[in-house]
Each structure stands twice: as structure tokens, then as C-alpha cells.
């Protein structure tokens, strides 16, 4: 495809939204999906949608990162820093962005927590791909069922704080009778530290 190519003057099976309807959209490019988004490009002999697309994923690279892990954090400030992307089109950006977030997250709606697994999950939207270390809890009724989830710090890249009178404070607050703590490794290191360790026997 070309960066210059308008999407109307592409052959109907190279554009995006025509390849999407017909093969799924789990097999376009990403520049391809971030195109549907943005509906044009930057205008006539210019970047068409799928090459802004590109340009979008190139100037992500430069913050020495996957381009999608940069994409999960990042600002409307920093999407209106890219030639060709204003307020709209960042903002839709964004909003796909969380969206996708979202429906990844799977709250249980009802069944009790009973592994480690169904927690990872009810907190996947709190603590997943975040750039600091959040602390989070999750507050259960008698029956080990959720009735909220809530982040009590967020610290730096390497460490967070979770004071245990903020933690019984909003268990006490939401009426929750047990509770699951957790926090991120943003490393992706899912080793305990000594640090947490020790604040678990806390």
C-alpha cells in the first residue's frame, strides 16, 4: 500500500474497512486498524489514512518502545505532537485505546473469587500495562464475591507504598468483609521482590 494512495482510489480488497468486513480484523496491520479510525489522512498528495496509520506507529517508536505498548499510555498531548493528528483524531485514538482496555477487563459478575486466576482478571484493568507500580485490592462480601475493586497507590516504575491503614480504610468504607491485594510489575518480572514479600507478611 502506498503511503500517498488515497483509501477510495485503493482496489476495494486492499482497503481497510472492505478487508475487515470480508477477512476479520485480526489479520490487518495495525496502521490498518488505526486508519479505520481515523477516517482520513492528512489530504490530497499527502499521507493517506493507512500512511498516517504508519507515521503514527513510526513516531511512537521513538520512545525506544513497542509502538503498542507506547500507544496504551499515551496522552492527547503527545497524539497532537504527530503531524497530520488534531484534537479529533487523537481523541477517537484514545478512546479506542480504552475502550479496548475495557473489554479486555473481565469483572466475574457474581461468582466467588476463588483463585488466583478469577483475580488476576477482576484486576486486569487496574494493574495491566500501566507504566508505574499500582497497589490494588479487591473487596469481596462473605462470600468471596466482588463487590469492587479500588487502587490505593501508585508509585514509581520500580516500587509503590501501600500503607495498611489505607488499605483497611477502604474495605471499612465499601462494607467489604474480606480482601485480595495485589500490584503490577511493570518490568513484566513476575517474581516476588524481598519488599514484597515482607509487606505480604505484614
Not at 480484523?25 to 489530504?43: C, D, M
Not at 504527530?82 to 483524531?89: F, R, S
Not at 466467588?112 to 507504566?131: F, G, I, N
Not at 500490584?183 to 513476575?190: F, I, L, R, T
Amino acid at each position: 500500500m502506498t503511503y500517498c494512495l488515497r483509501i477510495a482510489d485503493m482496489a476495494s480488497s486492499e482497503r481497510p474497512r472492505e478487508r475487515l468486513m470480508s477477512c476479520g480484523p485480526r489479520l490487518l496491520a495495525t496502521s490498518e486498524l488505526i486508519a479505520i479510525l481515523l477516517g482520513t489522512g492528512q489530504g490530497h498528495g499527502k499521507l493517506s489514512a493507512v500512511g498516517l496509520g504508519q507515521y503514527i506507529l513510526h513516531e511512537l517508536a521513538k520512545y525506544e518502545r513497542d509502538p503498542l505498548a507506547v500507544l496504551r499510555d499515551v496522552t492527547v498531548s503527545e497524539l497532537t505532537q504527530i503531524h497530520g493528528i488534531g484534537p479529533a483524531k487523537a481523541t477517537t485514538i484514545l478512546a479506542a485505546v480504552e475502550l479496548g482496555k475495557r473489554a479486555f477487563q473481565t469483572r466475574p459478575g457474581g461468582p466467588p473469587m476463588d483463585s488466583p486466576p478469577a483475580a488476576a482478571a477482576a484486576l486486569s484493568h487496574d494493574l495491566m500495562w500501566q507504566a508505574q507500580e499500582r497497589f490494588a485490592v479487591l473487596l469481596l462480601d462473605v462470600k468471596n464475591c466482588l463487590l469492587g475493586t479500588q487502587v490505593i497507590t501508585i508509585g514509581t516504575a520500580t516500587e509503590t507504598l501501600a500503607p495498611p491503614r489505607e488499605i483497611f480504610r477502604e474495605v471499612i468504607k465499601q462494607g467489604a468483609v474480606r480482601v485480595i491485594v495485589a500490584h503490577n510489575h511493570p518490568s513484566g518480572n513476575v517474581q516476588p521482590s524481598f519488599q514484597d514479600i515482607e509487606l505480604t507478611k505484614q
